[in-house]
């Protein structure tokens, strides 16, 4: 079993920049890829970024230069740093862990909110 939990669920606006983090809990946390998808209203849940457990990194295209996703397996985090956020961005996103090709766990989600 791992346990998930988002932070930094934030309002900025267009342009801006904000940081989320996923803090795991239970097992070992290097040995899952870990992802962040996020889910706007009326749309599907959508990937954002991945990263395997040996730190190699996916990224949607159209986010690509803007979003970075990072990991450290010693404080079992992964993070996402957006910049140059746009109101398209508005969404839950939310963190999981990804073992044998499918996610097995997800965290409850943190809203990111941009506007003017």
């Known amino acids: 079993q791992v346990q998930l939990v988002e932070s930094g669920e934030g309002l900025v606006q267009p342009g801006g920049s904000l940081r989320l983090s996923c803090a795991a809990s239970?097992?070992?946390?290097?040995?899952?890829?870990m992802g962040w998808y996020r889910q706007a209203p009326g749309k599907q849940r959508e990937l954002v970024a991945e990263?395997?457990?040996?730190?190699?990194?996916t990224y949607v295209d159209s986010l690509k230069g803007r979003f970075t996703i990072s990991r450290d397996n010693a404080k079992n985090t992964v993070t996402l740093q957006m910049s140059s956020l746009r109101p398209e961005d508005t969404a839950v996103y939310y963190c999981?862990?990804?073992?044998?090709?499918?996610?097995?766990?997800w965290g409850q989600g943190t809203q990111v909110t941009v506007s003017s």
């Open positions: 990263i395997s457990s040996g730190g190699t990194t």
């Open positions: 239970g097992r070992p946390f290097s040995t899952y890829a």
């Open positions: 999981g862990a990804k073992r044998g090709g499918f996610y097995q766990y």
